[in-house]
């Protein structure tokens, strides 16, 4: 069964299901939904948690030992997966459609998929584990939604804001709900007392410069190196998450990687832009950034962003803030990055 994700929580309201599976890559929305499913099995007596990454086919053996196994206290126990890649050998395949069709009835097995592909979503296989459970497809968050997604969140903290302070914050996060869910942490750890007006909203802003991510990816794509570099060790020195960062970076790279694609086919890139959602006042940063890199360029900078992703996850070493470095030098201009030394950062 499909349902939408703003009506999983009135779904956990009436029922729970011993499968999920949540496909998406707007990382706040998939934890958000990640969240209310586990807040449910814990008040249902679900105690125990098992957490497995998927990358290779012993990940995948994985899965079902452990809905074989009893759980250590004779508890009840919430299996969560997440999958690392976008396709699957049949070698894998067969093993999910085992687990799924043969749950225990003890566990809640919870699948974390990115963002599918329109062909994997429609198979046969894919369709099989929808038919034992509840399918969650998470999408970006139109810009004309943002607003009420930001009261909505404003709300659970019991933060007032004036309706001018709503549409300033609105404004300045540009649909992006990591930058948002930022600013909404910042101003809840404000404590503030009474309604936030657009004066105090403005104040807050401008007090928050140094941690702004988005200006730091505009002038990323606006070839500003040195000023980049500098917000980017103090995103590092503060412990700013890197999968946030990642995510942002890697966001408006599939946009110009989209763009410059169509543009080759005739396509104006500005109408490109809009179609994919990019703020008005943004478009001339995204159209002057095309302007400098060719296509195959951003497909490199593309894999070095996976490569990092990787990384981020456990599954290969590195130093994440150097790659962070290097990849944002190369958006910038810089062109650090390289076929030369593409393949040594992947591998290593």
């Excluded at 086919?57 to 690392?84: P, R």
Aim: net charge neutral; aromatic share 8%.
């Amino acid at each position: 069964m499909k349902i939408p994700v703003k009506k999983l929580e009135e779904h956990l309201s009436k029922d729970f299901a011993n499968l999920y599976i949540i496909c998406g890559d707007e990382p706040i929305l998939v934890k958000e939904a990640q969240d209310q499913i586990r807040s449910k099995a814990t008040s249902l007596g679900f105690s125990e948690r098992k957490s497995i990454t998927c990358s290779s086919k012993e990940d995948y053996a994985e899965i079902g030992i452990e809905n074989n196994s009893l759980s250590l206290f004779s508890e009840k126990k919430i299996i969560e997966v997440k999958f690392a890649k976008q396709k699957f050998s049949k070698e894998e395949i067969p093993i999910l459609t085992n687990v799924c069709s043969q749950l225990n009835p003890d566990n809640t097995l919870l699948l974390i998929f990115p963002k599918l592909d329109k062909k994997i979503i429609a198979s046969p296989w894919f369709k099989s584990l929808e038919q034992f459970g509840i399918l969650i497809e998470i999408w970006p968050i139109k810009s004309n939604e943002l607003i009420y997604w930001i009261k909505n969140q404003l709300s659970r903290y019991q933060i007032d804001l004036s309706n001018d302070a709503v549409q300033l914050l609105t404004e300045r996060v540009e649909g992006n709900l990591v930058a948002a869910s930022h600013e909404i942490e910042k101003i809840r750890l404000l404590e503030p007392e009474g309604q936030i007006g657009l004066n105090e909203m403005l104040n807050i802003c401008s007090n928050s410069e140094k941690f702004d991510p988005y200006q730091f990816i505009d002038d990323l794509l606006a070839g500003k190196s040195e000023k980049s570099l500098r917000v980017l060790h103090s995103f590092k020195d503060d412990g700013f998450e890197e999968i946030f960062l990642l995510w942002l970076i890697t966001k408006e790279l599939r946009i110009l990687y989209r763009a410059k694609e169509e543009s080759e086919k005739g396509i104006d890139p500005k109408i490109t832009f809009r179609r994919l959602g990019v703020w008005e006042k943004r478009i001339p940063i995204f159209y002057n950034s095309i302007n400098r890199v060719k296509i195959n360029y951003l497909r490199m900078l593309l894999s070095q962003a996976s490569a990092l992703d990787l990384l981020i996850k456990g599954l290969r070493k590195g130093d994440i803030w150097q790659e962070l470095t290097l990849l944002a030098l190369s958006i910038s201009g810089r062109q650090i990055i390289s076929p030369k030394n593409i393949k040594l950062l992947v591998d290593s």
